[in-house]
């Protein structure tokens, strides 16, 4: 934990105190979304002091040209960014002609923020002395509809306290933004037009290259003590911004309110000259509810949300409200309602690794959006993928395979490799392995198999001949084996026989293998299109099953543990207990030669493999390989802790299993990584939701049966969650003297606990002792 200043609630986050030395970490745990559109949560009015700006339009980037020192052949071209777009939000605000800035005030009191987790909104609030003495009370609510995606409001009120005033907004939009991190300072944006029509303003702009187009919208209007104003003022008006002048006298204690829509439109939803009138059309939308109805509608928005994914927890607030954080922010980021959109690991709140998909997608978050949204949402993210296939083949073509051969990019915006380090790009290859994972664990959860023989088969036949031409036959070993990887585990780099790679490069061949078998026998007219298709033979298929089956994997007969790598114990294996703490986090205290000749693993990298296939190995094996692995474990990916919460549950190690939930639930708001000011980590705040439901509430699909393992914490007095199981909705509360189950429609639905068939009736509680 590297910072504790957010207030523990169930449902809201809370900051207490203006601090500008937090300013950029809370623009980060404050951010907003509704999936189409996101902001981190910067203030409307202007400041001077540090601060990271970021408004952002899902499915907008641009391909920034790497820059390295060297070339390699197969190397991206690009790495793709994540757009900071022109800003909406922004007010200047003036107090008998005082520009209110809080990093200049003489005095800032009562400062707090709240972002409501339950409804959806953000305020903040605050007593300023500005430089020329003016007192002012300021309360700002913003939002971000759920409904009217399209559309963001805010109201700003601003109460004089110390004498009457002039007050002065002067609400704004800015096309002159610049990304945090830019190759070659390169001009994103091209500016095409900016207009205005009575109290709106529009700026329509063009990404270079990719040439998306985007209009900026903001509707403006003004009331003093309750009551509507006209006094538009002044139109300030240049090549990049354009802003509206509202002046109105304030009373001592009476209150001047700007309420502000603002939005984005772009090519991606509209035809590309019909931009400005489609912001006017969800502006009139917007003003037919008013920022009230508005409002009212995004709590009944988030309150259907919440109703299918919250997860509550009895007896342990910073538990409940990490889990809600986490949650809450994977909504913002992805509703499930685009195919075309992705999951990316900073949603909408930072630029930090550009992109939208990693392999993160398939390996946590489907299983989320699957148990708790409608399966076709997590369909939607195979489809994705499938969409995908040929820029993986052509990927793969790039680094010298053929015949239909499938890397999947560990980074992408669409399906073409954008990731611009050399050990990831060339070498981080399990990332195929996730993208079959996904396809099983989608089978296996929802029932549903016509995904694979419409799409997926093709997906596994181009990963299954990758494994194939990647593997190399070691007459020394008598094995197939596989070079030069990065695992799981990024400070390793170009080893030999990762353990998880190989693992799961077998597994896929065996997937593909059992699929094409059973496609053949009970879908003969997708058989025969898929084999021509692909023009595959028996013949191939037979050579892909002979690596699978004489893969090497290295292991030690004196610790009875597969080896992370060849080489491992070659390492002076000194625990992570033994460094002390101001040598932490070594990714930002050590060299990379350093830490690459440590044994430190920054994430689950054995392990990942244990959880993946977990009905593949004995407990007592989990045990062995846990006990070896996990004191080498920094846990410096974000997405360490849930998978090592999931399996120290599974192993009945609770208080262990506990201080990883909590790490995981509460990485960004209590920083762990010391990095939060970067943006967060949301594709492993899945991972979060699954330590609890698959760890303490030990789910799983066993023989087509829904299964569960319950254990609680012993700080907990209960905890629930519901999921969606084959359009079943079932409920389980896990308390400290057992368990109970409710299950929603109008079947009957049997299940396992503890290994013991339990039928759940229709809307009838089923309580179990503990």
């Known amino acids: 934990?590297?910072?504790?200043?957010?207030?523990?609630?169930?449902?809201?986050?809370?900051?207490?105190?203006?601090?500008?030395?937090?300013?950029?970490?809370?623009?980060?745990?404050?951010?907003l979304g509704n999936g189409a559109m996101g902001q981190r949560a910067n203030f409307e009015e202007h400041y001077s002091g540090p601060t990271f700006q970021g408004s952002y339009v899902a499915g907008v980037y641009y391909p920034d040209k790497t820059r390295v020192g060297w070339w390699k052949n197969g190397y991206p071209e690009y790495f793709a960014k994540v757009l900071n777009s022109p800003n909406w939000i922004g007010i200047n605000v003036y107090v008998n002609g005082e520009l209110l800035d809080l990093f200049k005030c003489k005095k800032v009191e009562d400062f707090r923020r709240e972002l409501n987790m339950k409804e959806g909104w953000y305020e903040r609030s605050f007593t300023a002395t500005l430089e020329n003495d003016q007192v002012i009370k300021v309360v700002a609510k913003r939002f971000l509809s759920v409904d009217l995606d399209e559309v963001g409001a805010i109201q700003y009120a601003v109460t004089p306290l110390s004498s009457d005033c002039?007050?002065?907004?002067?609400?704004?939009?800015?096309?002159?933004?610049?990304?945090?991190?830019?190759?070659?300072?390169?001009?994103?944006?091209?500016?095409?037009?900016?207009?205005?029509?009575?109290?709106?303003?529009?700026?329509?702009?063009?990404?270079?290259?990719?040439?998306?187009?985007?209009?900026?919208?903001m509707q403006t209007t003004l009331f003093v003590d309750g009551e509507e104003t006209k006094s538009q003022n002044a139109i300030d008006k240049s090549s990049l911004k354009i802003s509206f002048q509202y002046k109105a006298k304030v009373a001592k204690?009476?209150?001047?309110?700007?309420?502000?829509?603002?939005?984005?439109?772009?090519?991606?939803?509209?035809?590309?000259?019909?931009?400005?009138?489609?912001?006017?059309?969800?502006?009139?939308?917007?003003?037919?509810?008013?920022?009230?109805?508005?409002?009212?509608?995004?709590?009944?928005?988030?309150?259907?949300?919440?109703?299918?994914?919250?997860?509550?927890?009895?007896?342990?607030?910073?538990?409940?409200?990490?889990?809600?954080?986490?949650?809450?922010?994977?909504?913002?980021?992805?509703?499930?309602?685009?195919?075309?959109?992705?999951?990316?690991?900073?949603?909408?709140?930072?630029?930090k690794y550009g992109g939208s998909t990693y392999w993160d997608t398939e390996a946590y978050c489907i299983p989320f959006y699957m148990?708790?949204?409608?399966?076709?949402?997590?369909?939607?993210?195979?489809?994705?993928?499938?969409?995908?296939?040929?820029?993986?083949?052509?990927?793969?073509?790039?680094?010298?395979?053929?015949?239909?051969?499938?890397?999947?990019?560990?980074?992408?915006?669409?399906?073409?490799?954008?990731?611009?380090?050399?050990e990831i790009t060339f070498e981080e290859i399990h990332r195929n392995g996730a993208i079959a994972f996904a396809i099983f664990n989608y089978h296996r959860y929802t029932g549903d198999y016509s995904y694979i023989p419409e799409m997926g088969l093709e997906v596994l036949i181009g990963i299954a001949r990758f494994w194939h031409q990647r593997a190399t036959f070691s007459k020394a070993k008598n094995k197939y084996v596989i070079l030069g990887v990065t695992g799981p585990n990024e400070y390793e780099n170009n080893v030999n026989n990762n353990w998880y790679t190989n693992y799961i490069a077998s597994w896929c061949i065996e997937y593909a293998v059992e699929n094409i078998k059973k496609i053949k026998?009970?879908?003969?007219?997708?058989?025969?299109?898929?084999?021509?298709?692909?023009?595959?033979?028996?013949?191939?298929?037979?050579?892909?099953?002979?690596?699978?089956?004489?893969?090497?994997?290295p292991y030690s007969e004196d610790h009875k543990v597969f080896l992370q790598q060849d080489g491992f114990l070659d390492k002076e294996l000194v625990t992570v207990d033994q460094l002390s703490n101001d040598q932490r986090p070594i990714n930002q205290k050590w060299s990379w030669d350093?830490?690459?000749?440590?044994?430190?693993?920054?994430?689950?990298?054995?392990?990942?493999?244990?959880?993946?296939?977990?009905?593949?190995?004995?407990?007592?094996?989990?045990?062995?390989?846990?006990?070896?692995?996990?004191?080498?474990?920094?846990?410096?990916?974000?997405?360490?802790?849930?998978?090592?919460?999931?399996?120290?549950?599974?192993l009945d190690r609770m208080k262990q299993a506990y201080t990883f939930y909590l790490r995981t639930s509460r990485l960004d708001l209590d920083d762990y990584n010391k990095e939060v000011e970067e943006g967060l980590h949301i594709t492993s705040m899945a991972g979060t939701w699954m330590s609890i439901v698959e760890?303490?509430?030990?789910?799983?699909?066993?023989?087509?049966?829904?299964?569960?393992?319950?254990?609680?914490?012993?700080?907990?007095?209960?905890?629930s969650f519901k999921?969606?199981?084959?359009?079943?909705?079932?409920?389980?509360?896990?308390?400290?003297?057992?368990?109970?189950?409710?299950?929603?429609?109008?079947?009957?639905?049997?299940?396992?606990?503890?290994?013991k068939e339990i039928k759940v009736a229709p809307n009838n509680l089923v309580s179990l002792d503990r």
């Open 1 to 31: 934990m590297n910072q504790d200043y957010i207030i523990p609630n169930n449902w809201s986050i809370i900051e207490e105190g203006f601090n500008v030395e937090r300013v950029k970490s809370s623009e980060s745990l404050f951010s």
């Open 253 to 351: 204690n009476g209150t001047a309110v700007l309420q502000k829509f603002g939005g984005y439109t772009n090519s991606m939803n509209h035809d590309k000259y019909e931009l400005v009138n489609a912001s006017k059309d969800a502006f009139d939308k917007a003003t037919e509810l008013g920022f009230e109805g508005l409002l009212r509608k995004q709590k009944e928005a988030w309150g259907r949300i919440w109703e299918m994914a919250d997860i509550t927890i009895e007896g342990d607030t910073k538990a409940q409200q990490g889990i809600r954080f986490n949650i809450m922010h994977l909504n913002h980021t992805y509703l499930g309602k685009d195919a075309r959109l992705n999951i990316g690991p900073k949603g909408f709140t930072g630029e």
């Open 371 to 422: 148990a708790t949204k409608d399966q076709q949402v997590a369909r939607n993210l195979l489809e994705y993928r499938y969409k995908h296939l040929e820029k993986a083949i052509e990927n793969a073509q790039k680094l010298g395979f053929d015949n239909g051969a499938a890397l999947y990019p560990m980074v992408t915006m669409n399906g073409e490799e954008c990731h611009n380090e050399w």
């Open 166 to 217: 002039e007050v002065v907004f002067e609400p704004y939009l800015d096309a002159g933004i610049q990304n945090e991190d830019s190759n070659w300072d390169d001009k994103f944006w091209d500016t095409l037009d900016v207009r205005y029509e009575d109290n709106r303003a529009f700026i329509t702009s063009r990404t270079e290259k990719t040439h998306f187009y985007v209009c900026t919208g």
């Open 695 to 719: 760890g303490f509430g030990g789910m799983r699909v066993k023989n087509n049966t829904l299964s569960f393992e319950p254990k609680i914490p012993s700080g907990w007095d209960a905890y």
């Open 723 to 755: 999921v969606n199981f084959r359009h079943q909705i079932l409920k389980v509360n896990v308390n400290q003297s057992g368990t109970t189950f409710e299950l929603e429609g109008d079947q009957e639905l049997t299940i396992l606990v503890d290994g």
């Open 521 to 553: 026998d009970e879908y003969e007219s997708d058989y025969n299109r898929i084999m021509s298709k692909t023009d595959l033979d028996w013949s191939e298929v037979e050579q892909w099953l002979q690596v699978a089956e004489q893969m090497y994997y």
């Open 594 to 650: 350093r830490i690459l000749r440590s044994p430190y693993i920054k994430q689950a990298d054995t392990l990942q493999g244990f959880y993946f296939f977990e009905d593949q190995f004995t407990t007592d094996e989990l045990e062995r390989h846990f006990d070896f692995y996990e004191p080498f474990t920094v846990h410096e990916s974000s997405l360490s802790p849930c998978v090592h919460s999931i399996l120290a549950a599974k």
